[in-house]
């Protein structure tokens, strides 16, 4: 199945998993991190591969201006339905049929680019790490969600399934069954990071993200004292090694330099 055309049929699939404690989990982590390194003023935001709009949506009604790019129309159709229902964001959110090798932003710069869950369907990480830091404005930001490559099988092993875990540590696996029920790949933080200091980025702290709460299924449902408890124990545990390296996602961040005045 290619990675666009899968979404097509996915698309359900993945609404439910995104609004799950399991996927809210991953999307609350990923928020306050951007939000904390965001400026406070309305930034030029791209976020590619937006699928239903959910992290656009969040941005946008943070008070930042947000293009959501995917070439998947259903993906698109979703994400314009959602913005159709939250009608004091329609000024600040554009959707865009957009796939990562053919962007259409011919001389836009953003203040940050965002690329979340999609490099893992996706088997070249550095053209596409190329095309994403190119975007970005001086003084912004590139923020890359990928599958942990350091941690594949450990979702098996805690999940119980021993025999597809040691399979997977001991051959090395760069990747393993996602969420969708198809393969998706795994990225090294560290080569994420290398990978945008090549186009002039200078790599921030990167974080784990779903560290202790990620073998559950999407129909974990704690009460909310309990999900509040769990999202402070990963925030906490998401920048200090080495639990964030057992996250299954891994949160990159980089910053181009602002330009140097003469
Ligand atoms: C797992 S979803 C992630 C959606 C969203 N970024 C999030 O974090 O909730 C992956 C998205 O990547 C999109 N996608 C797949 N291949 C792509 C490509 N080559 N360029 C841009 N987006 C792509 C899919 O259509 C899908 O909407």
Not at 75 to 85: I, K
Not at 136 to 149: E, H, Q, Y
Not at 168 to 173: D, F, H, N, P, R
Request: hydrophobic residues 40%.
């Amino acid at each position: 199945m290619d990675a666009v055309t899968g979404f097509d049929s996915v698309g359900a699939a993945y609404a439910a998993h995104s609004d799950s404690a399991r996927g809210r989990l991953r999307h609350d982590l990923v928020e306050r991190r951007l939000l904390a390194e965001l400026p406070a003023t309305p930034a030029r935001i791209l976020d590619v591969g937006c699928g239903n709009g959910e992290m656009t949506l969040r941005l946008a009604a943070a008070g930042h201006q947000v293009t959501g790019g995917d070439p998947s129309a259903r993906m698109l159709a979703a994400a314009a339905g959602r913005l159709e229902a939250r009608p004091e964001l329609a000024d600040r959110v554009r959707l865009v049929d957009a796939r990562l090798d053919s962007l259409p932003f011919e001389g836009e710069l953003f203040d940050a680019v965002c690329c979340h869950g999609v490099l893992m369907y996706l088997d070249e990480p550095d053209t596409a790490v190329a095309r994403l830091a190119g975007l970005v404005a001086p003084g912004g930001l590139l923020s890359i969600l990928a599958k942990n490559r350091r941690s594949i099988g450990a979702r098996e092993a805690l999940a119980g399934d021993y025999q597809a875990a040691r399979r997977l540590i001991v051959s090395g696996a760069d990747r393993s069954i996602g969420n969708l029920g198809r393969e998706t790949r795994g990225d090294d933080p560290d080569a994420l990071d290398r990978l945008a200091a090549e186009h002039g980025l200078i790599p921030q702290p990167w974080q784990g993200v779903r560290i202790f709460n990620d073998h559950f299924d999407d129909t974990w449902a704690p009460d909310p004292a309990a999900y509040a408890a769990a999202l402070e124990l990963e925030w906490a545990a998401s920048s200090r090694s080495p639990y964030r390296d057992m996250g299954h996602l891994v949160h990159t961040l980089a910053r181009r330099p602002e330009r140097s005045r003469s």
